[in-house]
């Protein structure tokens, strides 16, 4: 069974940075896709990107592409989402998941471990 546990999130102005990373224990992190996923109050919870097995793939929501990194460090069984450019707009729950497989999806349902979540705040 895998655990996986986020940190990093916090309160920052708009147009700030922030690193959230999510480090794994249990089961061979390198053979699963990694994600992360965002839930605002109110909305429902939506995909934000993702990476494959070797972290050769990696796909985002347009909402954050261009701003948002995401990569994998398979040595430390950890993943990163790179935040740069934040908006008011991105405040939010964020969750890593551990994909059934190594490919990257960006449908919820391809991930069957999920983290407890940190909250990102961006205030205008």
């Known amino acids: 069974q895998l655990q996986l546990v986020e940190s990093g999130g916090g309160l920052v102005q708009a147009g700030g940075s922030l690193r959230l990373s999510c480090a794994a224990s249990?089961?061979?992190?390198?053979?699963?896709?990694m994600a992360w996923f965002r839930q605002a109050p109110g909305k429902e919870r939506e995909f934000v990107a993702t990476i494959s097995w070797t972290g050769s793939t990696s796909y985002y929501a347009d909402s954050v592409k261009g701003r948002f990194t995401i990569s994998r460090d398979n040595a430390k069984n950890t993943v990163y989402l790179q935040m740069n450019s934040l908006k008011p707009e991105d405040t939010a729950v964020y969750s890593c998941?551990?994909?059934?497989?190594?490919?990257?999806?960006?449908?919820?349902?391809?991930?069957?471990?999920w983290g407890q979540g940190t909250q990102v705040t961006v205030s205008s």
């Open positions: 249990g089961r061979t992190f390198s053979s699963y896709a």
């Open positions: 998941a551990a994909g059934r497989t190594g490919w990257a999806r960006v449908n919820s349902y391809e991930y069957n471990t």
